[in-house]
DNA sequence: CATATGTCCTGAGAGC
DNA sequence: TGCTCTCAGGACATAT
């Protein structure tokens, strides 16, 4: 579930790394099938250990730390993943540890599922992985004029359109929702059929909702899996106003209830009387 | 190129 | 109570 406030979240939480150096990387034994390291963890220490962390940095649903020769060390978290400097929810589930210089800081990776990857690029490697080909620009950073550029030729339902991280990067399936909600837009509508003042409200709500959530420190569903960098549990899940919320009652016109429809195998909601087709 | 679909994986919760 | 089954949705390989 993470997307772009949990992923966020976890940047600021292992903030207190940057200027540090690594004295240890380890690959962490667990009984369950291993997640992706590449490349080895020979090559992965090789290059860390002894090594400065410049920054700590995110893109789209990634966050990663720079090294002072711009190696980058990328955690993917996809559903169930967690970096953390605290204590893990559950011993079992660490899957990767970094120990650094000063003080007791110690980053550790967690995932529950281990669909998660870690991954070390150069920064060649990077720069191509994450050319605007390969991932779009940052939902943060969006405009509507940027939104009916990128999409407004596309004829696909403009819910399915948002989570395509080649077109805009950040947005997964919690926020599209949320977002189109708060626009007022229905989810299945065509993108091509939206208007140049409907991309400019999809646009400034896309960032008021994401940068709430960032401050909110990210949304923890009923599972309780995300957690932020301290293992404390985020706080936007109170502020969700259709996410999971089939049959309560719309917030906004306080008359239908919401809705829930599967969009490319995946759960959409929404208010028919607030988000109209048009 | 654009878009659709199946797959990876675990554990919570539903249903019997 | 304990078993089986479904489902959650990140990114990507593959197909159309």
Redesign the pocket.
Known sequence: ???LPEVETMRRGILAVEGATITAAEKVKCR??PITISPGMSTIRRRLVGKKVKQVGRI???VFLQMENNDRLLF?P???GLVLVADPP?Q??VRFRLEFSHGEKEVLYWD????G?IYLLNDQQYQD?FSL???GPDALEVTGKLLKEI?G?????VK??L?????V?G????Y?SEILFVAAIHPAKQ?NRITMSQWDLIAETTIEILQTAIEHEGST????TYRNALNDPGGYQNMHRV??KEGETCPICMDSVIS?I?Q????TFFCKSCQKRS
């Open positions: 579930m993470p997307e369950r099938k789209g649903k990634r993917e996809r559903m169930t559950s079992q589930h529950r599922r281990g669909l990857m992985r080909k390969n991932l999409f030729k596309s004829k696909r339902p399915v359109a989570l395509d991280q080649k077109k990067a947005i997964g399936n919690l599209a993108c569903l009923s599972d309780g996410y999971d829930r599967v490319a195998q995946r759960s």
